[in-house]
């Protein structure tokens, strides 16, 4: 079997980066905001599906007219989805964007 794998070089500027303090802590901000918002999604999903399976006579009574619960979750579902994506865009505006450019700066690779 041979090793055709290089070993990463020591002065690599990709791994040094990766390494750093300040890429750690990016990292942690990013899964600390989009794990719990992926898992709330999920949860809400999910319930959803999960009363349209077993509670048919909840998700097919009238709220208004011919409205359904289902209906009115299932349009709830995609207002979730626009609210986290505009939340997670401003919290990447304000928390992570900048990090991340100090970054690049760092790298050499932003103008």
Known sequence: MSNDAQAPVADDPYIELQNSPDF???RRRFRRFVFPMTAFFLIWYFLYVLLSVYARDFMGSKVVGNIS???VLGLLQFVT???ITMYYARWADREFDTRAEAL????GGAK
């Open 104 to 107: 690049a700066h760092k790298m």
């Open 24 to 26: 750690v802590e990016l």
């Open 69 to 71: 619960w289902g209906l």
């Open 81 to 83: 989805t626009f609210a």
